[in-house]
């Protein structure tokens, strides 16, 4: 079974930080991408940050600058600090990660469970 698990949220004023982490448990063979998106209520997942096995980074404008995506490949974690928050941050934040478990397998999407950041005074 493989498990992606976040951990690091929490209750935040404006202007705050909060740095959130997601382990990638069970047998694997490679992660690809990994990344956060978040939902709020009432609106659709929307992506947060991705980051590729190779580095490649990727953010939507509404984060970019304030947020940073890392990895460590070696422990299969994922990270993602989150600074300047803001109220319009607050959602469900979820881990991703694109997975192959075997070398014959083509990558399979899996998710966390999510984790609640709600930023208010």
């Known amino acids: 079974q493989v498990q992606l698990v976040e951990s690091g949220g929490g209750l935040v004023q404006p202007g705050g930080s909060l740095r959130l982490s997601c382990v990638v448990s069970g047998s694997i063979f490679s992660i690809n991408v990994m990344g956060w998106y978040r939902q709020a209520p009432g609106k659709e997942r929307e992506l947060v940050a991705t980051?590729?096995?190779?580095?490649?980074?990727n953010y939507p404008d509404s984060v970019k600058g304030r947020f940073t995506i890392s990895r460590e490949n070696a422990k299969n974690t994922v990270y993602l600090q989150m600074n300047s928050l803001k109220p319009e941050d607050t959602a469900v934040y979820y881990c991703?990660?694109?997975?192959?478990?075997?070398?014959?397998?083509?990558?399979?999407?899996?998710w966390g469970q999510g984790t609640q950041v709600t930023v208010s005074s």
């Open positions: 980051i590729t096995s190779d580095g490649s980074i």
């Open positions: 991703y990660a694109s997975i192959r478990r075997y070398s014959y397998n083509v990558g399979k999407d899996y």
